[in-house]
C-alpha cells in the first residue's frame, strides 16, 4: 500500500539530553525518522531539548522546538501546529512516557499514535500487563509479584525467596532495578524502586543470575509480516544491564533449535503486543543447564539496541519502522544498501562485538559493580571475520589505553575476585585468570560467561604465549596472529616484553607490508555478498584464505571488496559441544554463520589453524631477531601507495570521529563530524567517515559517502589511508580522539587539511604555548609544569595558593583539581596522578570568583569570525563543560567583549588557525586572562550554531578545503545574520538569549556526589531559548529535570567562603514568598541580617534533622555548597538524599543567585508557550 494521505502534520519526539541509557542512539533513529518523513511530503515537527542533536538542526524539520520535553508544552505545539499524529517511538523511554501520560489524561484526543498504538505501549511497559499477555500466549517467564508498596514487596519477597530481582516499571536503563541478596538490601531497593515508577509498581521476580541473555531485534508491519533483523547474544550472564554487558551479533551459543524457538516466540510476541507497524527488541534467557527458556522483557519501540543492530547489518531499523508507521509494508519498502525488499532478512558472514564504555574514574566514591542498573557513558564497535578478531579490535576502540587483552594483575586471588564480581574490567581478569592458569571451567564457576566465549579468550592467550620473533620474517605465522585480532601495537609489547627488543609499532607496520601481510576490507552489506552493495560501509579483516592473500599481493585488494567466504574468514568461531552449553552457531532463520566448526567437548583442544599455532608453541624459538624490522616505513608506505587504487577521479576527504561517547567527548563531536560531511557533500568532494561509535549519525551509512567502522588507531587508520589515499583529512572535529594522532599523521606524509599538526602542538604543549602567549603580550594565569613532586610543591608555594592542577594532553578535566595547600597537593600528587618527565602535571594558579567565557571562532588565516562568546554563570572552578552558558552576555560591558574579540582574532591570526577555534578566558579582577587554546571544534559547537543560525563546524569545513571564510559565511547565511561590516566578523546582534545547561548522571551511579569542580562530569545539555534570560534559565532547568518551584521552603546551608552571600540570597527568595529553612551557622548570619528563617540540625547534629524534612517532601528546594571535614561529608550526604527525592538544587552561588531571578520573572509569563527555532532565526 502507498503511504498514508489522511494524516499531514506528525509530531516526532526526541530523547532529550544524553544521559546513562539514553544517548546518541536516539539522535540517529530520530534524524532517520525526521529525513524519511519529510521525504515523503509530511510536514515534520519535532521537539527535543537538546542542542546537540543533528535532528534538532533547522533543515530536518519544517518546525524545530528545542523546548522542555514536558506534557504542557508538547499540547501547545499541538494546538499551535495542528499536529494530526504523534510518532513516540523514535525517542526512548522519554518519548514514550510522555506520550503515555498525556493520552492517560485525555490530552491527545484526536491525535493518532503512530509506530505503537497505546494499549501496545501498555502491555509492553506496564510489567504487570506484560505478565498478563505473556502468559496468555503460554510464555515462560520467571516466578514473580507486583508490589504497590513497601508491604507488598516484603510478601512477594518472602514467598519467592532470595536472591530476588527488583524492576521498576517505566523507567529508563534499569532505573530502580537492583539484585537484593538479604532483606536489608530489599527494603532499601524496593523503596528506591516505587519511587523511580512514574506509576509506583515493581516487578518482583525469582533471580536468573548466570543465565545466557539474549535479545532479538524484530520488524511487523500491518500485514503481518515479521523479520528477525538480528540476534545478539549477551556475553556477560543475567544480573548485569544488557546496556553494561560485552554484546555479540549474530549470536553464536544458540543451536538452531534455539534460535528458531527464539525467534518464533519473538513473533509471537510482538503479535500479542500489538506492534504491528515498527521495530521492537525482546530479551529472552536460557538456563545453561536445562535449556529453559523465558521471556524478560520487550521494548515496544526502536531501542539502543536497535542502533547496534542497524549498525551491526547496515538494515536501518528507524528509517523501515518509520516507513511502516506511515502505512508500508515490509516487502514495499526497499533495503538502500543493496535495493532488495526490506522484508529479506539480515543475513551476515562476519562477527560484531560491542564493549561499553564506562567513566568511573570521574566519580571515584561510585560504586563500579554492574548491576542490572545501568551505568555505561558509551561504547563500541569491533568488526571481525571473527569473535577473537572482533573482541580484540572493540577491545582497542575503548580509548583507555587497552591494545588487546591487556594484563591487569598477576596476583591470583585479585584476578580471581575480579573475576567473580561484574565489573567494568572483568574480560580482562578473565584473561589473567588463564594467564595464571586456571581452567576453562574454574574460570566459568566464577563468572559463568559462556563456556565457549571463555574458550575463545582461553585460546588467545595461549596464542598470546606463542607469539615470537619468527613472525618478523614469517608471512603465513603473522597472518595468524592478525586474523585472531592482534593489534601491533600488542605484538610489539609481547616482543619487548618476552625478548628484550625495542620493537615499535609504525616498524612492525611497515614489516607486515613488506611481507604482504596487509588488511582485506569487507562490507556490512546485510546479505553475506549475495547481492552488490549499493552504498559502501566498510571493515578491515585478516583472512586466511590463500586467495585473499593473492589479490593483497597483488595489490588487487585495496581496488576491490574481496567477496571471501564465510567458512574461509570465520575458521576459528566454532561452538563448543560441551553438556553445559550445547553450542551450535547460528546467524539467522535463512543462513547461518559457516565458522561452526565444533570444538570437542574439552574446550582446550585446538581445531582451527589459530589454535595449532597456539599448540605447536613449544616448537616456536624466540630467536633475537628484532633488528630486522624491515623496510623504513616510508618505503613502504609508498610500496603501498603505488597499489592504492585510481577508480574515482572525484577528490575525497577523510573525517576522523571521536570514538566512544564519554565524560569530556560525547555527541557534540559527533555532529561536527557530520556536518563535516554535510558540508564537503555541498563541495561536491567526496567524505570519507571513520568510526568506531554504533550509537551515531556519523556512523549512519547514508551520512558520508563511505563509511569505516575501525578502531581509532595509529594502526588502522594508517592502512585505510593507504588503502584510500585521501586528498586531506580533518582530525578537527572528533575532539581529542583523532587531534591526538596528528604527529602520527604527519610521519607518513598524510595530508591534514585546516589547522595544522604543527599548530596544534603548540596548542597542546604548555611551554609553547606560554611562550607564544607572552609574545603576544597576554594575560595568564600564573603557571607551572612539573615533572617531580617537589618541583609541584617548589611552583605551587612560589605561585601561591590555591592552585588548579592536572595533567596535561586531557579532555573533560581528567584529574583536574584545586587544592588549597601542600597537604591537599601532597594528596593529589600521591594518588591522582603519576609525574614524570614524558607526564608532567600543570599547576596554573586558581582565579577565585573569576568570570569565565567560552569563545568559539572560525579562521582562515586572513580573517576571523568570532561565532559567539557565552559566559558561564559559575564562577571559576566549575569545568566549562559544567557550567551553565549564555549567548549572548548579559553582563559584561561592551569594552570588555571588544577586548575579547580582538584578543581572540589576533590569536588565531598569530597562531595560523584554519578552520575552527575555541578559546577559554576568564575575567578577574576587570583583567582578561587567557586560559587555554583549543585548536580544533569545541562542545560548544553545536549549541553556538542553533543560538545564532549559522552551522559553524560547515562554515569550519569550506574554509579547511577552499580557505574563504567570507564566501563560506555566505554560503551557509541563508537568513542574514551576520554582519560583514565588522572585524573581526561576528553575528549581528541576537533578539533573544540562549542557555545551555548541562545534566548529569548522578541518579545512575550509586555515592557519586553532586558538587561540581574542575573536573567534569556531565553527559549531556539542554538548551532553553527565549526573548528574556530568567524564562530561558527556566526552560533550561525544567529540560533538565531540575523545574524550579514556584513556592515553599528553600534550604540553605553555605560553606563558610560563601556565607558572605548568605543574607542577600535568602533575602531574595524570602521576596518571592518562599520560607527559609537553614543549619545553624547559615540561620545565625540570616539572624544578624534580620532574616527570618528556621534553624534545622545537620544529619551529624541529631534528629529530627535536614535529611528527615527531605524525605517528608518539605522541602521545595536544596541550595547546599561544600565544606571540608564533617560539613564536607554532611553536604555529600544531603545531596544524595535531595537526589533520591527528586527535588531541584544547586551546589553553587552564582547557580542560585540566577534562580531566584528566573523564578521572579517567571511569575509574569508561562514558561511553557513554546516558539520553534525557526522563528528564533
Known amino acids: 500500500m502507498p503511504k498514508r494521505n489522511d494524516i499531514h502534520t506528525i509530531l516526532l519526539i526526541g530523547s532529550g539530553p544524553i544521559v546513562i541509557g539514553q544517548a546518541c542512539e536516539f539522535d540517529y533513529s530520530g534524524t532517520q525518522a525526521a529525513k524519511t518523513l519529510k521525504s ?8 527535543n531539548s537538546n542542542p546537540a542533536t543533528i535532528m534538532t538542526d533547522p533543515d530536518f524539520a519544517h518546525r524545530t522546538y528545542i523546548e522542555p520535553i514536558t506534557e504542557e508544552i508538547i499540547a501547545n505545539i499541538i494546538k499551535q501546529e495542528k499536529v494530526d499524529a504523534i510518532l513516540p517511538t523514535m525517542g526512548g523511554q522519554t518519548a514514550l512516557n ?3 501520560s498525556m493520552y492517560e489524561k485525555g490530552m491527545l484526543e484526536g491525535i493518532e499514535f503512530l509506530g505503537a498504538k497505546p494499549d501496545a505501549i501498555k502491555k509492553g511497559e506496564d510489567r504487570q500487563a506484560f505478565k498478563e499477555a505473556m502468559l496468555k500466549i503460554g510464555m515462560d517467564l520467571p516466578k514473580s509479584r507486583y508490589a504497590y508498596n513497601e508491604d507488598e514487596a516484603l510478601e512477594a519477597a518472602k514467598e519467592i525467596g532470595f536472591p530476588l530481582i527488583i524492576r521498576a516499571s517505566y523507567t529508563l536503563a534499569g532505573g530502580g532495578s537492583g539484585v537484593a541478596y538479604n532483606i536489608e538490601e530489599f527494603r532499601i531497593l524496593a523503596k528506591a524502586g516505587l519511587e523511580a515508577s512514574p506509576i509506583s509498581e515493581i516487578l518482583i521476580e525469582e533471580s536468573l543470575l548466570g543465565w545466557k541473555e539474549f535479545e532479538m531485534e524484530v520488524i511487523r508491519d500491518k500485514f503481518d509480516n515479521c523479520i528477525i533483523v538480528c540476534s545478539i547474544e549477551n556475553l556477560d550472564p543475567m544480573g548485569v544491564h544488557t546496556g553494561d554487558s560485552i554484546t555479540i551479533a549474530p549470536a553464536l551459543t544458540l543451536t538452531d533449535k534455539e534460535y528458531q524457538r527464539m525467534r518464533d516466540a519473538s513473533f509471537k510476541i510482538l503479535r500479542e503486543i500489538g506492534v504491528d507497524t515498527g521495530g521492537s527488541n525482546v530479551q529472552f534467557a536460557i538456563n545453561p543447564q536445562n535449556g529453559r527458556m523465558t521471556v524478560i522483557e520487550m521494548n515496544p519501540r526502536v531501542s539502543r539496541s536497535s542502533a547496534l543492530a542497524s549498525k551491526a547489518t547496515g538494515y536501518p531499523i528507524a528509517k523501515v519502522a518509520t516507513l511502516l508507521a506511515v502505512g508500508f509494508s515490509l516487502d514495499e519498502i526497499k533495503n538502500d544498501i543493496t535495493g532488495t525488499p526490506a522484508s529479506f532478512e539480515p543475513s551476515i558472514d562476519y562477527i560484531v562485538t560491542k564493549i561499553p564504555r564506562f567513566t568511573f574514574e570521574k566519580f571515584p566514591n561510585a560504586d563500579s559493580t554492574l548491576t542490572t542498573s545501568m551505568k555505561s557513558i558509551g561504547e563500541v564497535m569491533g568488526i ?5 578478531e572482533s573482541l580484540q579490535k572493540a577491545l582497542c576502540s575503548l580509548e583507555v589505553g587497552y591494545f588487546g587483552l591487556n594484563t591487569l594483575t598477576s596476583d591470583i586471588e585479585v584476578a580471581r575476585a575480579q573475576t567473580r564480581r561484574p565489573n567494568a574490567t572483568r574480560l580482562l581478569y578473565i584473561a589473567d585468570c588463564f594467564r595464571l592458569g586456571l581452567s576453562i571451567d574454574e574460570v566459568y564457576e566464577l563468572c559463568h560467561v559462556d563456556r565457549w566465549f571463555l574458550s575463545q579468550i582461553y585460546e588467545l592467550i595461549q596464542s598470546e604465549c606463542a607469539i615470537s620473533s619468527d613472525v618478523l620474517h614469517d608471512a603465513k605465522l603473522l597472518r595468524a596472529y592478525k586474523s585472531q585480532g592482534f593489534s601491533d601495537r600488542m605484538i610489539c609489547e609481547i616482543l619487548n616484553k618476552s625478548e628484550n627488543l625495542e620493537l615499535r609499532e609504525s616498524e612492525l607496520f611497515a614489516i607486515r607490508q613488506n611481507l604482504g601481510v596487509v588488511a582485506q576490507y569487507e562490507e556490512v552489506d546485510t546479505c553475506a555478498a549475495e547481492f552488490e552493495a549499493l552504498t559502501p560501509y566498510m571493515y578491515s579483516t585478516f583472512p586466511l584464505n590463500p586467495l585473499a592473500q593473492m589479490l593483497e599481493s597483488s595489490g588487487a585488494e585495496s581496488e576491490n571488496t574481496s567477496q571471501t567466504s564465510a567458512e574461509s574468514r570465520n575458521a576459528d568461531s566454532g561452538a563448543l559441544d560441551s553438556d553445559s552449553t550445547n553450542n551450535n552457531i547460528n546467524t539467522s532463520a535463512e543462513s547461518k554463520n559457516a565458522d561452526s566448526s565444533a570444538l570437542d567437548s574439552d574446550s582446550t583442544k585446538q581445531t582451527s589453524q589459530r589454535g595449532e599455532i597456539c599448540d605447536e608453541k613449544s616448537r616456536l624459538c624466540r630467536s633475537e631477531q628484532g633488528d630486522k624490522a624491515g623496510a623504513p616505513i616510508d618505503e613502504a608506505s609508498d610500496k603501498l601507495r603505488d597499489l592504492s587504487h585510481k577508480a574515482n577521479a572525484q577528490k575525497k576527504v577523510l573525517i576522523i570521529g571521536g570514538g566512544p561517547n564519554r565524560i569530556g567527548q560525547g555527541i557534540e563531536f559527533d555532529y561536527c563530524c557530520v556536518h563535516a560531511s554535510f558540508a564537503l557533500r555541498d563541495l561536491g568532494v567526496k567524505s570519507i567517515m571513520y568510526n568506531c561509535n554504533p550509537e551515531t549519525v556519523s556512523t549512519d551509512y547514508d551520512t558520508s559517502d563511505m563509511l569505516y567502522f575501525e578502531p581509532i588507531d595509529f594502526e588502522h587508520i594508517h592502512s585505510l589511508i593507504l588503502r584510500e589515499n585521501p586528498d586531506g583529512i580533518i582530525v578537527h572535529f572528533g575532539g581529542q580522539t583523532p587531534l591526538k594522532l596528528s604527529k602520527y599523521l604527519t610521519t607518513i606524509n598524510a595530508k591534514i587539511i585546516g589547522t595544522s599538526a604543527r599548530v596544534i602542538d603548540i596548542a597542546e604543549d604548555r611551554k609553547k604555548f606560554s611562550a607564544f602567549a607572552q609574545k603576544l603580550a597576554l594575560n595568564q594565569p600564573q603557571n607551572g609544569s612539573a615533572t617531580s613532586k617537589d618541583e609541584a610543591f617548589s611552583i605551587a608555594n612560589h605561585i601561591g595558593y590555591p ?3 592536572r595533567p596535561s594532553y586531557v579532555l573533560g578535566g581528567r584529574a583536574m583539581r584545586v587544592v588549597q595547600d601542600d597537604d591537599e597537593l601532597r594528596v593529589y600528587m600521591d594518588e591522582a596522578v603519576k609525574v614524570s618527565e614524558d607526564s608532567p602535571v600543570l599547576i596554573d594558579k586558581f582565579l577565585d570568583h573569576a568570570i569565565e567565557l567560552d569563545v568559539d571562532a572560525v579562521c582562515d588565516g586572513k580573517e576571523v569570525y568570532i561565532g559567539g562568546i557565552m559566559q558561564h554563570i559559575e564562577e571559576a572552578g566549575v569545568h566549562s563543560g559544567d557550567s551553565t552558558s549564555m549567548l549572548p552576555s548579559v553582563s559584561i560591558e561592551e569594552s570588555m567583549l571588544a577586548e575579547i574579540r580582538a584578543t581572540t ?13 575555541n578559546i577559554q578566558y576568564a575575567i578577574h579582577n576587570g583583567v582578561l586572562f587567557l586560559i587555554e587554546v583549543n585548536p580544533r571544534a569545541s562542545r560548544t559547537v553545536p549549541f553556538v550554531s542553533k543560538a545564532t543560525g549559522i552551522p559553524l563546524a560547515k562554515v569550519a569545513t569550506r574554509v579547511m578545503w577552499q580557505g574563504d571564510l567570507r564566501e563560506a559565511l555566505r554560503f551557509y547565511d541563508a537568513n542574514n545574520r ?27 551511579l550509586s555515592g557519586a556526589d553532586l558538587i561540581l569542580g574542575p573536573e567534569m562530569k556531565s553527559t549531556g545539555e539542554v538548551m532553553g531559548i527565549s526573548h528574556s534570560f530568567g524564562i530561558s534559565f527556566a526552560k533550561a532547568q525544567n529540560a ?20 558572605p552571600f548568605a543574607s542577600d540570597l535568602a533575602r531574595a527568595f524570602i521576596e518571592l514568598g518562599f520560607e527559609i529553612c537553614a543549619t545553624k551557622g547559615t540561620h545565625e548570619r540570616l539572624s544578624s541580617d534580620g532574616l527570618a528563617s528556621q534553624s534545622v540540625l545537620k544529619i551529624s547534629e541529631g534528629r529530627p534533622n535536614i535529611q528527615d524534612l527531605i524525605m517528608n517532601k518539605e522541602i521545595a528546594m536544596v541550595i547546599n555548597t561544600s565544606d571540608d571535614g564533617q560539613t564536607k561529608s554532611d553536604s555529600a550526604n544531603i545531596r544524595r538524599q535531595v537526589l533520591k527525592s527528586s527535588i531541584p538544587y544547586f551546589t553553587t552561588i552564582a547557580g542560585a543567585q540566577v534562580a531566584a531571578r528566573s523564578i521572579l520573572e517567571s511569575k509574569s509569563e508561562d514558561i511553557n508557550i513554546p516558539k520553534a527555532l525557526q522563528d528564533y532565526l
Open 1040 to 1059: 533538565a529535570k531540575n523545574t524550579l518551584p514556584k513556592s515553599g521552603k528553600i534550604f540553605l546551608s553555605l560553606a563558610d567562603c560563601d556565607k
Open 384 to 388: 571481525g571475520g571473527s569473535f577473537k
Open 40 to 47: 515523503l511530503g509530511y510536514r515534520v515537527v519535532l521537539i
Open 905 to 917: 582574532e589576533k590569536i588565531a591570526l598569530e597562531l595560523g588557525i584554519i578552520g575552527l577555534l
Open 803 to 805: 592552585v588548579l592542577v
Open 98 to 100: 510522555v506520550a503515555m
Open 978 to 1004: 551576520i554582519d560583514f561590516t565588522t572585524k573581526p566578523l561576528e553575528p549581528k546582534k541576537l533578539a533573544h538569549i540562549a542557555l545551555k545547561v548541562s545534566v548529569f548522571p548522578f541518579n545512575k
